[in-house]
């Protein structure tokens, strides 16, 4: 159904923090990279297409990474 592709198996609620770590990841790129938010999105498309890992998974990486 098209309402378990959009989840993609996780909660409504999860999904919320997850879109929430997202953007904080994008805000970061912004900043530190002084890219658009478009920009910042894509980066993220892209770095997880090349790591295999899903979008929240690359903003969770992103900011252990940059906030140490």
Request: hydrophobic letters at 35%; charged letters at 30%.
């Amino acid at each position: 159904s098209k309402t378990k592709e959009k989840t993609a198996g996780t909660a409504p609620a999860a999904k919320s923090g997850e879109r929430a770590m997202i953007q904080q990841a994008k805000e970061l790129l912004m900043r530190s990279n002084h890219i658009s938010e478009d920009e910042a999105h894509k980066y993220l498309l892209r770095t997880s297409m090349q790591s295999g890992r899903n979008l929240f998974e690359t903003a969770q990486m992103i900011l252990l990474l940059k906030n140490k």
